[in-house]
């Protein structure tokens, strides 16, 4: 089946800090990607959704200037938290549409827990 | 603003039950509906999608969709302890629109 990694899948750093997360489709090419986060005993948020060779389309009240993303490939989109505050620690789950299976539902990747000190 | 409504449980059954999940959309035209299991710390896994009215069995899971009245729920037979999980519901638009919309998520236990 369809399988989207990300990476990394738990960091640790100091706040002030820049976080790159990347999220790969490692066996489909995918026109879109989405970025999702998640706080405990909270549901999933749409945070943005990445379209490969464009600019993200981000949703209410998610800071573009934050929240860097790139999707320079069919298979390859990175998220980077820019000066990173205890309060963006949090759950970060990227998933991808296959290009080709369009009606299919979006794959999940294994999310990355990012914990600022 | 779309709202997917879960509740939010704790549901608690007996193993070998009928466990039964509910959720409510506010979006009219939202044409897919998804079925997440979320283990703690984990990613939600897929269990189930639906876009069409009435009942799609896989397995021991049944969902149902009614769009009359906005409403998904999930059915699963035979309950094990390891469907012990937070179980979220999902609502996608239809055309060019793939964005998910999550609800909060019920918490299932099975108890053996």
């Known amino acids: 089946g369809a399988v989207v990694s990300q990476h990394p899948s738990w960091v640790i750093c100091k706040s002030g800090t820049s976080v790159k997360i990347e999220c790969r489709s490692l066996d489909f090419q995918a026109t879109t990607m989405f970025w999702y986060r998640q706080f405990p005993k909270q549901s999933l948020m749409l945070m943005a959704t990445s379209n490969e060779g464009s600019k993200a389309t981000y949703e209410q009240g998610v800071e573009k200037d934050k929240f860097l993303i790139n999707h320079a490939s069919l298979t390859l989109s990175t998220l980077t938290v820019t000066s990173a505050h205890p309060e963006d620690s949090s759950f970060y789950i990227c998933s991808a549409r296959d290009r080709v299976n369009s009606n299919q539902p979006q794959h999940f990747g294994d999310g990355t827990r990012l914990s600022i000190l | 603003q779309k709202e997917v409504e879960q509740n939010s449980g704790p549901l608690s059954v007996p193993e070998g039950a009928i466990a039964s999940l509910n959720c409510t959309y506010s979006d009219r035209g939202s044409q897919s509906f998804f079925w997440y299991r979320q283990y703690s710390g984990k990613s939600p896994e897929l269990i189930m999608f639906?876009?069409?009215?009435g009942d799609k069995e896989d397995g021991r899971f049944t969902a149902q969709l009614n769009k009359a009245s906005q409403y998904v729920s999930l059915l699963i037979r035979d309950s094990q302890p390891s469907d012990s999980a937070t179980y979220l519901c999902?609502?996608?638009?239809?055309?060019?629109?793939?964005?998910?919309?999550f609800g909060k998520g019920t918490l299932l236990t099975v108890n053996p």
């Open positions: 999902a609502a996608g638009g239809g055309g060019s629109n793939y964005k998910l919309t």
């Open positions: 639906i876009y069409s009215n």
